[in-house]
């Protein structure tokens, strides 16, 4: 379960900026959209937070955080090499920025226990690493690193909480690698909740590219199977897309699945890789008006809203069986408004979120501001500053009255966050 994430000096965002699933004072949908975490001297939380604003204001470098901090834990002590370069990019428009380290925080609920996990890290290093656990009320300080220019090394802390042997731990930590993730690899149990949190319970949609593929993939895979298969089509039926019924078909891959109109050595690649081997192929199935029989279509032949409510079914299904945290960018791009909001209501109630799973998107869809679905507190705001740095604000900012109309007032630029557009003169 997320508390809060902070970030600063990544990409458009210079000076901190933090995002809090914390729920207000607020009685408005108080049952649906916030729950009590299971866990000591903890807040209640919101299952789920929007994000709005104009084009390339940040919205996007925000979730890019989240997934570089999620990747980086995975990765750093296994994916990297001695001496490798972290692929972090700091604010570039301000000459200081640019050799100051990257810094990323986390507050979050794993097993029952709140942590607050960080680290800084610029092209060279990781500069600063803590974590602070509360098994109870009081913070327990479990490690903390700092780079030390003077002795080109690090200063260590390990506190009385975290059990020992820990300096196997401190000198097999490479510069360019989280303690953390390197403590994982040598089977430290302690540790093991906070990694497995980023690892297993964050999961990371960007808008576009390779990850909503395989996304695509994962709902395909669970279709393989008749229970997972009908699970999906309920999802599909409820959304009202037209779909009967869903159709999986498999055949060996021949000469003619390969494509013809590539280079030679790519496609004689993918013969040795892909000839002979199993495709699947998942058709819907609709009703012919006059006959009553069921014609397939390749999924291909859906509509692009069609065809990423598939690729998002499996996951979201997934996400709230689970209970983990989504973050999605853009998630209103090809899909109906009403689409959209049946995606978030989803997270929203005890019944179809059972697990407390939590949703944090970005949008440029204002309708979402409107009827009921979200409290002022799940309301967003980026926009940028005089420094054209990424400024993130709530809509309780501005205090808004329990019954305003905030898509109207957002509209008028009462809360700001709004693209300014001037006249294109010849």
């Not at 994430?5 to 809090?20: A, P």
């Not at 949703?359 to 869809?365: A, G, I, M, P, Q």
């Not at 009255?401 to 700001?416: F, N, V």
């Amino acid at each position: 379960m997320l508390i809060e994430f902070s970030v600063s000096n990544f990409r458009s965002i210079r000076d901190t900026q933090t995002l809090s699933l914390v729920a207000g004072t607020g009685k408005e949908l108080r049952d649906e959209n916030t729950f009590d975490p299971d866990a000591k001297s903890a807040p209640r939380l919101l299952r789920s937070a929007a994000v709005f604003g104009p084009n390339a204001a940040g919205k996007s470098n925000l979730t890019q955080a989240m997934h570089f901090m999620r990747a980086f834990v995975q990765e750093s002590a296994t994916g990297h090499q001695q001496d490798e370069p972290i692929s972090v990019t700091p604010f570039r428009l301000e000459s200081a920025s640019e050799t100051r380290p990257s810094e990323f925080e986390m507050i979050f609920i794993a097993d029952g226990v709140r942590y607050q996990y960080g680290f800084s890290v610029d092209r060279k290093r990781v500069v600063e690493e803590w974590l602070l656990a509360y098994p109870a009320a009081k913070a327990q300080r479990w490690f903390e690193r700092i780079y030390n220019p003077e002795s080109d090394g690090y200063d260590w802390y390990f506190g009385p909480s975290l059990k020992r042997p820990v300096k196997v731990l401190q000198q097999t930590t490479r510069s360019n690698a989280l303690f953390l993730s390197t403590a994982i690899q040598l089977n430290n149990e302690q540790l093991r909740p906070v990694f497995n949190w980023f690892t297993q319970r964050l999961v990371v949609i960007p808008a576009y590219g390779e990850r909503l593929n395989a996304f695509r993939n994962f709902t395909l895979n669970q279709c393989e199977n008749v229970a997972g298969r009908e699970k999906i089509l309920k999802f599909l039926k409820v959304a009202d897309l037209g779909i009967d019924d869903l159709q999986v078909e498999s055949h060996a891959v021949s000469e003619d699945d390969i494509p013809q109109d590539i280079e030679p050595d790519a496609r004689k690649q993918l013969t040795k890789e892909f000839l002979g081997k199993e495709l699947m192929q998942l058709n819907a199935l609709h009703t012919r008006i006059d006959t009553g029989e069921k014609v397939a279509f390749s999924f291909g032949e859906e509509s692009d809203g069609t065809q990423k409510l598939f690729s998002l079914a499996g996951p979201w299904l997934d996400v709230l069986e689970r209970g983990v945290v989504l973050v999605v960018d853009e998630l209103d791009i090809r899909l109906h408004p009403l689409l959209t909001r049946f995606l978030i209501g989803l997270l929203h109630g005890v019944d179809t979120n059972p697990n407390n799973a939590q949703l944090v998107f970005t949008s440029h869809d204002t309708t979402l501001m409107e009827n009921d679905l979200l409290r002022r507190d799940q309301m967003w705001f980026v926009e940028k500053d005089q420094f054209r740095a990424t400024r993130l604000f709530p809509l309780s900012d501005f205090k808004p009255r329990k019954h305003e109309a905030i898509q109207r007032g957002y509209l008028r630029g009462r809360y700001g966050a709004l693209p300014y557009v001037r006249r294109l003169v010849s």
